[in-house]
Each structure stands twice: as structure tokens, then as C-alpha cells.
């Protein structure tokens, strides 16, 4: 198993280690059936002769072993582009599975007691415990779903308060 370090966001490093932990290891290993995983397979590279390996950052990566693709052992560099790619990915990935994971509980918790009152906040925690996620405040978070709801969800047509003339 070949790996390599990346450098991206302290949050979404967090996040992917919880989603894509191999027990007992310190890398992470990304299933075929992710985009993720094409992204990385597709853009390594050799190393360059002015480069090295990176030995440090705070994400290790397995590299993709494809039967019939770029062998790991000598297409081991990922570029500074293709670490920008991973970041975007992982962090797009993150608020998906936000967005959903709050919209899911607070709906299933409105079915089960009509009286109860599952406050966003509560959600957003319960995430960030399930990941260990720490580098990130529940504020952020609370604030992206209330800006995400506001863009995506449908908004009910408001009556146009016209001030009249008085003469």
C-alpha cells in the first residue's frame, strides 16, 4: 500500500478521516464507488525531479492500485492542483452530508412527537460529536445551513408592502 500526504483544510482532514478511516491505520483509504477516488487515480503523477514525497501534512492519503491504471509505487506525487481538487471535493462532501444529516434528524424527530422542538443547533452538534470534528464551531455550521436554506429552499410569495400617498 502506497501512500502519500496532502495538505488541505484542518476541518474537512477531520471529517475524511472519520468517513474514510481504515481501522487501525493512520491513512485514509477512499472506496472505487466515490468520485474522490477517479480524482486521485486520475491525477497522479510522477515526482518531479526538483520534488520530493511530502512526509508531513495533516491528511495521508492510500493511493489507488487500478488493475489496468498508474502503478503507485512510481505515480506517487499528487500536484498542488490536484490537493486543491481533493479539498473541494472532501468539502463539498461535507456540506452535502450536513444539509442532509440535519434535515433528516429534525425531520424523523417532528414525526415521532409533534410537541417537540428539534433546534438546529442540537443537529449540528450531534454531527461534529459523530465525526470528531473540532476544528470547526457549531456557529459555522448553523449559520451555512441557515444561509443553505434560504438559497435552496422554496420561498412562499411575500405581499409587496407599498407605502400609500397620502396628499
Excluded at 55 to 78: D, F
Excluded at 148 to 163: E, G
Amino acid at each position: 500500500m502506497v501512500t502519500t500526504f496532502i495538505t488541505i483544510n484542518p476541518a474537512m482532514a477531520e471529517y475524511a478521516k472519520a468517513v474514510f478511516a481504515v481501522p487501525g491505520k493512520s491513512y485514509i483509504k477512499v472506496p472505487h464507488t466515490y468520485q474522490l477516488y477517479h480524482v486521485i487515480a486520475n491525477n497522479m503523477i510522477k515526482t518531479p525531479k526538483n520534488c520530493v514525497v511530502p512526509n508531513s501534512g495533516n491528511l495521508e492519503i492510500a493511493l489507488p492500485a487500478q488493475s489496468g491504471g498508474k502503478c503507485p509505487q512510481v505515480n506517487n506525487y499528487i500536484s498542488q492542483r490536484t490537493t486543491t481538487l481533493v479539498d473541494q471535493l472532501i468539502t463539498s462532501m461535507f456540506w452535502a452530508h450536513l444539509h442532509h444529516f440535519v434535515d433528516e434528524y429534525r425531520s424523523r424527530v417532528k414525526r415521532e412527537d409533534t410537541r417537540s422542538v428539534f433546534y438546529i443547533k442540537d443537529c449540528v452538534y450531534m454531527f461534529l460529536q459523530q465525526y470528531n470534528i473540532t476544528a470547526i464551531t457549531e456557529g459555522a455550521l448553523v449559520k451555512n445551513y441557515y444561509r443553505w436554506t434560504c438559497s435552496n429552499r422554496r420561498q412562499l410569495n411575500k405581499r409587496d408592502y407599498k407605502t400609500s400617498d397620502k396628499s
